[in-house]
């Protein structure tokens, strides 16, 4: 159609001087033979454009071909990524160094000048619908140079069993399964929720604080530390009041020991935890907590991973076969908050045995098991002061225990002995220093080296045991006691550690 357009409008105007000379006017034959030229290079132009313009369209066509099917493949693709990027995964390694130094009622000195372990655990997690997701983590704790439990002559650390595994450093380099659970949220569009699976049930409140992580850890307070199997019932809701913020309530229930198929000359019985785990309030920093909980049908000692030891601790513990003793009940609550850069923490446990004809805190030479409930208390607080500009952070914390108190922390994060459980009273300071590794690219990101120092002071025997009776180390006929058993308990005890933290 332009082509068209184009010899009309040329022939027009090569037309224009025939029609001027027939008008009498006088012909100038070289400039219009410019013109005709001037008019013919155009015309080529146009021409070559034209070519141009269609090669253009044809190529254009293809891009569109092209984009339509890069398009269907970017939506297959993008579905293939919506369905990986529910998975979230994040995690942390700590490579730890211990000096542990210990002198027992009899005067021994034990020491380990240096033991050292790396812990490396990876955290999950993925929804599979709106409210229904899967939390877990991995870990793995070992020591340097060792591919078994390294030894302890205090003869106070149990050997691995469900209650310590991922957190004991058993020397094997595997990946244990540490948690692993699922939540269903917002059932019935209310703040309901209902878990169930391996617990987040070690590092609870306020080990936070002293563990550089500055959130919650887990539900129980730190006196629970016993990873479990189980599950959980909560409300959550708003107290109206801003001071307060909000508060959860959680009936929880978990297995801390599955006593396997028996015929009826065997006396273990499953051991079982029940109880509430409340959130009293939780506003920024402030947090009001208060658990309370019953284990059922507790064991003299647990299920170990090897069997041969199982014989062998029963004879050396002189309580032979496993048996269950009776319940226990344990309460526990903490109040913490920050004020400018002032962590600080309170917090109390009492628990109280109630045994069944087997005994708890049995004497040997009573001749008779002790069927009498005991009573025992704790009291823990501590403070950290925050230097942010400077990236340093120092703590000091104190704990003391009763006679008859009870901790269920298999599972804490000591080398050797839980000094929550301490039947005595037990002093440390730390420092934590924020290294200066550069701008973060995870969220989870932190990096830190934790510098601590502890001192035990033991006044009772067995701390964490509520098989043996709780001897006075200070008296003289319990002392008999214990050396007509052959134990030589630790009376003090001294640990420095130095740690090196990443999250990722």
Request: proline fraction near 4%.
């Amino acid at each position: 159609m332009v082509k068209k357009i184009s010899v009309l409008a040329l022939a027009g105007m090569l037309a224009l001087p025939a029609m001027s000379l027939a008008g009498g006017s006088g012909p100038d034959v070289v400039d219009m033979e410019k013109k005709i030229e001037a008019l013919s290079k155009q015309l080529e132009e146009l021409r070559a454009a034209m070519t141009a313009q269609s090669e253009m369209n044809k190529e254009l066509a293809a891009t569109v071909e092209g984009l339509d099917e890069s398009y269907e493949d970017l939506d297959e693709r993008a579905e293939d990524w919506d369905l990986a990027a529910r998975f979230k995964f994040y995690g942390d390694f700590r490579a730890r160094g211990d000096y542990y130094s210990a002198d027992t009622v009899f005067g021994r000195t034990l020491d380990n000048d240096t033991v050292f372990t790396n812990r490396f655990r990876l955290n999950m997690r993925v929804k599979a619908t709106d409210n229904v997701e899967f939390k877990g983590r991995l870990a793995m704790y070992k020591t340097w140079g060792n591919q078994s439990a390294f030894t302890d002559d205090s003869h106070a650390m149990w050997p691995v069993f469900d209650g310590n595994v991922t957190r004991t450093p058993i020397g094997s380099s595997a990946l244990y399964v540490d948690r692993a659970f699922v939540n269903w949220n917002s059932i019935g569009g209310a703040p309901i929720w209902f878990s169930i699976g391996r617990r987040p049930t070690t590092d609870g409140p306020p080990a936070q604080i002293r563990m550089g992580a500055d959130q919650r850890l887990a539900t129980p307070m730190a006196f629970m530390d016993w990873p479990f199997d189980g599950l959980s019932l909560g409300y959550g809701w708003n107290w109206g009041v801003d001071s307060l913020g909000t508060g959860k309530l959680r009936f929880c229930y978990g297995r801390g020991f599955e006593a396997g198929l028996q015929d009826d000359s065997h006396n273990v019985k499953d051991m079982d935890f029940a109880g509430l785990s409340w959130d009293i309030m939780k506003k920024g920093d402030r947090f009001a907590y208060i658990q309370s909980f019953m284990a059922f049908n507790a064991f003299n000692y647990p299920n170990f991973q090897d069997p041969i030891i199982n014989q062998a601790f029963g004879d050396m513990s002189g309580m032979g076969p496993r048996t269950s003793g009776g319940d226990i009940l344990h309460t526990a609550g903490v109040y913490q908050d920050k004020i400018a850069g002032l962590n600080y923490f309170v917090s109390g446990g009492w628990s109280r045995t109630s045994p069944d004809d087997n005994g708890f805190f049995n004497d040997p030479f009573s001749g008779r098991p002790n069927t009498s409930d005991e009573d025992g208390y704790s009291f823990y607080a501590g403070v950290r002061y925050d230097l942010d500009q400077a990236g340093w952070k120092f703590g000091a914390e104190f704990n003391y225990g009763s006679e008859y108190w009870l901790a269920m922390a298999p599972g804490h994060d000591e080398i050797y002995q839980s000094k929550l459980a301490a039947r005595g009273q037990v002093y440390e300071i730390y420092t934590i220093w924020d290294l200066p590794t550069g701008d973060t690219i995870s969220k989870y990101a932190k990096t830190f080296m934790r510098l601590g120092y502890q001192h035990y002071e033991y006044d009772y025997f067995g701390s964490g045991d509520w098989n043996i009776m709780p001897y006075d180390l200070g008296d003289q006929g319990d002392l008999g006691k214990l050396q007509m058993m052959g134990q030589d308990p630790v009376e003090s005890a001294d640990q420095i550690y130095l740690t090196f933290e990443a999250y990722f």
